[in-house]
């Protein structure tokens, strides 16, 4: 350990640890992130760049790599139209009901995406909610790229919203007024100064929208219609190659899927205005005048009229594609009566589904409770090199689709796959099994934890621990007495987000189960199974159940928010 | 005016305000101004008459009111009730865009995404069309301004790569591009280290008589507005308490507040009885004219203290702490039964120490009833 100290270290620590928490947490991403991911790009190395090249340009592929990128494009645009709009009214304008609202946009990410699939298209089908009132006048919604465009734009709306929230909360009034005492009109003071500072957040959330947008699966398959040509977005172009076993076909679309992403991520991040200098605020840090009335006066804010349209243009449409998705959930899942309901969560299916669920989600998440604590007491509490790519390739899982982090495994543990001879001689079964559903299910929910505990212990720096370790405590005393209390509620919030999205895990679980009811059949995609046999109460019934947890998610979390905002992070934006 | 406000901003008149030079400093009048928010009074009728050209502190401690005042001038806050007069025009008619008052923020409020050049040319950017100056003229003018400031040179930085005390230029040089009618600033060195402060200070004072706007700044430092200003004003809850040059407000000091809130002070009980003042039972040696009889506080400073060899008319009290202080030393003393506790100041050779015996008459002091 001593030898890793010297070698890595930038600034020598008194603080223990290092070379393990270091250790660990390269060892843990590389055999779950980078090692699957490496065997997806060695796999599209053998092809050659012809034949990847085949693939990629034939008319099919490319038709759904554009479906995919366009509508992905298109959503995350009007999200970040649509979610500049909402966290100004959410953080300047006060109405009743705000706070409720407020929660609810992170819906999108506690509700699993096969639940807000089919919701979405009991909605939006020529027979829906909506659906029906738009068919008369023509307009075809689901089973269309409308459709894709309505789920894309679902999943990816909390993005916007919580990157510019922070960012506008922290604006400082004196900017404003500033502005206006030196003539402009207030519209100019938007136009000029306000939106100009939002921009880089914009584009974080835009980028962050986009990423998740391209990936998704879960949402879209239900309400696209999946025409080939049409409605085919290239996640479930990779899903059905892996079906036909074309393993070849689905590393060269999931290779050409990251390659663009990643091309895109790279270009936002190079338009990104330059010279602003760092993000810190030009002002000095002054404890702020309360002043009474400060909020919004008649200079810093907008004329009633305009302040009732922007209200009423983000309430409209939270309730669209939030509340309304969520109410036809249930009104759904009771469609048939109580009764009906109560059979379908109580059938044997069903509750190995929720077995299963459980127990994927009881290994899947202390696994990265425990990665996530290492690696953020790495690069929190030391200086060494490397330590941005560490903090970077922490998030990737955030960018791969689900059906990537799925497909790496198959072609890791599949039958064709690099391991899989080894495995069938020694009859170790990952894929279509448990360990290949919890290994999916650790890739697309590694960040989570790590990701709210990095920022935190950051800011708070190393100077407990080294108090503690001057008064004679050891290593790990100090962190089970100073560190992991000084951290708990963020620690909590990370969980029960990392547990969320677990449970509620549909693509990469969908391509690593096998559908084998009963056994390998989580909730998500029980859902999925009952929907598809035109059981549709059924299929709401048990998606009720995970639209409770999601719930139950947001309730845990916005408390957490209220109660302990100072402990969780100064940054909130999930 | 002076020649370089003239050379510059010569322009056509404003549209508002007549036939007014537009940059001619004017008189600020403030009437019985209430400010409320919900039940607590910020401002208690406040009245004030700032002269044209005038460099003016509003001075006082935190919650005193002196912010609020500022930016009811400014546009920023709107009066309960009273008047704010610009000249003999009505100024609260006017909105915060078109009272064209130049307000230097403590925290400067530099707009972070704009170079140097674009903060201070930003007020003429945004005037309508028919008023604003060609791109090139409110380059030069911006550029002008930068080098009154002295800043030349910086002015393609953007505001985070520059020091405190710079942003607090370039905050000043943008209000004074706006050609300001009052020229308005809140705490103006507050966040920026001593050193700095006192080079800007005198910096401030310079580039106040070459510009001569009517200069109204709010700080809660009383060595600042010694320091700096024509003339003080000094507010305490919400109400004016005195409004005088640095001089008066020093050495006339018309209520305890004020002489204890400026400069250092001890405070000790007396009587007045037949013209004489009474410590305990002994008669001071000073002379009172007009006080009528009965109980008061008398108020003195440290370094206005004559040691008294005779004891009998003097305070007199023994030593119980010494401090160096510069080019003195301070003295506490515990005089009269009661010990209250008073400080002196004598030069740094007395060779009184703690527990030595000490008589002080003050030279200058004041008593309040």
């Known amino acids: 350990m001593a030898t890793v100290n010297g070698l890595a270290l930038k600034r020598p620590s008194v603080i223990p640890g290092f070379g393990l928490a270091l250790g660990f947490a390269l060892t843990y991403l590389g055999l779950i992130v980078l090692i699957p991911l490496a065997a997806m790009v060695l796999k599209a190395a053998t092809l050659g760049f012809a034949g990847f090249w085949d693939i990629v340009v034939s008319p099919r592929t490319l038709a759904a790599l554009r479906l995919s990128f366009v509508t992905s494009l298109v959503a995350a645009s009007i999200n970040a139209i649509f979610g500049v709009i909402i966290a100004w009214v959410l953080v300047r304008y006060d109405f009743p009901g705000k706070r409720l609202l407020d929660a609810f946009v992170d819906l999108p990410f506690a509700l699993p995406t096969a639940v807000a699939g089919i919701a979405l298209t009991a909605i939006y089908a020529p027979n829906g909610w909506i659906g029906s009132w738009l068919a008369p006048l023509g307009i075809k919604v689901a089973y269309t790229p409308l459709g894709i465009l309505v789920a894309l734009i679902f999943i990816g709306l909390p993005f916007v919203v919580r990157t510019v929230q922070p960012v506008l909360e922290e604006f400082s009034r004196e900017i404003e007024e500033a502005a206006a005492t030196l003539g402009a009109r207030r519209d100019q003071t938007i136009v000029r100064i306000i939106l100009p500072a939002l921009v880089p957040a914009i584009l974080t959330g835009f980028a962050l929208a986009l990423a998740r947008a391209v990936g998704e699966y879960g949402s879209v398959i239900f309400i696209a ?32 899927m990251l390659l663009i992403s990643f091309g895109l991520l790279l270009f936002i991040h190079l338009v990104q205005p330059g010279g602003v200098g760092d993000s810190a605020m030009t002002d000095v840090s002054l404890t702020p005048v309360l002043r009474p009335g400060n909020h919004g006066t008649e200079v810093t804010t907008e004329r009633w009229p305009v302040r009732a349209l922007l209200i009423g243009v983000a309430v409209v449409f939270l309730a669209l594609f939030l509340l309304l998705p969520l109410a036809a959930v249930f009104v759904e899942a009771f469609r048939v009566g109580a009764t009906a309901y109560f059979d379908a969560i109580t059938e044997p299916d069903a509750l190995a589904a929720v077995r299963l669920t459980l127990l994927v989600a009881a290994i899947a998440v202390p696994a990265n409770l425990v990665f996530g ?15 941005s790519f560490l903090n970077a390739l922490i998030d990737l899982p955030f960018s791969v689709s689900p059906v990537i982090a799925g497909l790496i495994y198959v072609l890791l543990f599949g039958a064709q796959g690099y391991l899989g001879p080894y495995l069938q001689s020694h009859d170790i079964q990952i894929v279509f099994a448990l360990p290949g559903i919890v290994l999916a299910t650790i890739f697309v929910t590694v960040p989570f934890v790590a990701r709210e505990l990095v920022p935190l212990m950051q800011e708070q720096g190393t100077q407990d621990e080294e108090a503690a370790l001057s008064l004679g405590a050891s290593g790990w005393q100090t962190f089970f007495k100073v560190t992991l209390p000084n951290v708990r509620w963020a620690l909590l919030y990370g969980v029960v987000l990392c547990n969320a999205r677990a449970m509620g895990e549909f693509g990469a679980v969908s391509v690593v189960s096998g559908h084998i009811r009963g056994r390998t059949n989580t909730m998500p995609l029980h859902v999925e199974i009952l929907y598809n046999e035109y059981n549709f109460a059924a299929a709401f019934a048990v998606a009720s159940l995970l639209a409770l947890l999601a719930l139950l998610t947001l309730t845990i979390k916005v408390t957490l928010e209220w109660r302990y905002a100072d402990q969780i992070a100064a940054t909130r934006r999930h | 005016m002076d020649a370089w406000a003239s050379k510059t901003f010569d322009q056509s008149p404003r549209q508002r305000g007549g036939d007014r030079h537009e940059d001619a400093p004017v008189d600020v009048t403030v009437e019985n101004v209430i400010r409320t928010f919900g039940t607590t009074a910020a401002l208690h009728g406040v009245s004030l008459d700032i002269r044209a050209g005038e460099l003016i502190a509003l001075l006082g401690p935190s919650g005193s009111g002196k912010t609020t005042l500022l930016r009811i001038l400014a546009g920023l806050d709107v009066p309960t009730s009273g008047r704010v007069l610009f000249d003999s025009a009505d100024a609260l008619s006017l909105t915060v865009q078109e009272r064209n008052v130049g307000l230097v923020f403590q925290s400067y409020a530099l707009f972070r995404h704009m170079t140097v050049l674009e903060n201070v040319g930003f007020g003429l950017q945004v005037r309508p069309r028919s008023r604003r100056p060609s791109r090139s003229e409110i380059k030069r003018r911006a550029l002008e301004l930068l080098d009154l400031v002295q800043l030349s040179g910086l002015e393609k930085r953007y505001p985070t790569q520059l020091s405190g005390g710079q942003r607090q230029r370039v905050a000043f040089a943008r209000a004074l591009a706006i050609e300001p009618r009052v020229l308005l600033l809140d705490e103006p060195f507050g966040a920026l280290d001593a050193k700095v402060r006192r080079d800007l200070r005198r910096w401030l004072r310079e580039i106040h008589d070459r510009t001569g706007h009517t200069t109204v700044f709010v700080t809660h430092d009383q060595e600042e507005a010694l320091e700096l200003a024509d003339r003080i004003v000094v507010l305490n809850n919400g109400r004016i308490e005195q409004v005088g040059t640095p001089d008066e407000i020093y050495d006339a000091p018309n209520s ?61 009290g023994v030593v119980t702490a010494v401090r160096r202080h510069g080019g003195s030393r301070r003295f506490e003393l515990g005089v009269g039964e009661t010990q209250e506790r008073i400080e002196v ?20 002091w004041r008593i309040y009833r």
């Open chain 1, 225 to 256: 219609g999946n025409i080939p040509y049409v409605s085919e977005i290239a996640p479930l172009l990779i899903v059905i190659r892996l079906e036909e076993f074309g393993y070849a076909e689905a590393t060269a679309i999931g290779t050409a």
């Open chain 1, 373 to 387: 604590l290492a690696a953020a007491w790495a690069i929190a509490k030391f200086e060494f090199r490397g330590k």
């Open chain 2, 256 to 316: 305890p507040f004020v002489f204890s809130f400026i400069g250092e002070s001890s405070t000790l009980p007396v009587r007045v009885k037949g013209g004489k003042v009474w410590f305990d039972d002994r008669r001071l040696d000073l002379p009172v004219r007009d006080l009528a009889d009965g109980q008061g506080r008398l108020f003195l400073r440290p370094h206005d203290v004559e040691v008294v060899a005779d004891d009998r008319d003097a305070i007199t």
């Open chain 2, 345 to 364: 100041e004598l030069p740094s050779l007395a060779e009184q120490t703690v527990g030595s015996k000490i008589s002080v008459l003050p030279q200058r």
